[in-house]
Nanobody, 117 residues
């Protein structure tokens, strides 16, 4: 079991930056993959970025070059640095943990990100 708590969401103007953090209730060292999904109103949840225990990352095409995921095993956190935000980035952002490489198993409660034009 692992509990995940997101923080760092908020309201920002287009072109601005936000940094999201996901704090885990236990060590994430052995968790194979962690990452972020987002869900905008009326849309399906979509994968934003993930990071594996070996440090390998994948970012969705829509955020590549603007968002960066990182993982701090010593602090049990996964972060998402979001730069050059666009109104279409507006969504609830969810952190997840996938201990075994199957499907996301554990989810945070979500944090709202709103980008105004």
């Amino acid at each position: 079991q692992v509990q995940l708590v997101e923080s760092g969401g908020g309201l920002v103007q287009a072109g601005g930056s936000l940094s999201l953090s996901c704090a885990a209730s236990r060590s994430i060292f052995s968790i194979l993959a962690m990452g972020w999904y987002r869900q905008a109103p009326g849309k399906q949840r979509e994968l934003v970025a993930l990071i594996f225990s070996n440090g390998q990352t994948n970012h969705a095409y829509s955020v590549k070059g603007r968002f960066t995921i990182s993982r701090a095993n010593a602090k049990n956190t996964v972060n998402l640095q979001m730069n050059n935000l666009k109104p279409e980035d507006t969504a609830v952002y969810y952190c997840y943990a996938d201990p075994t490489g199957g499907n996301p198993t554990y989810w945070g409660q979500g944090t709202q990100v709103t980008v105004s034009s």
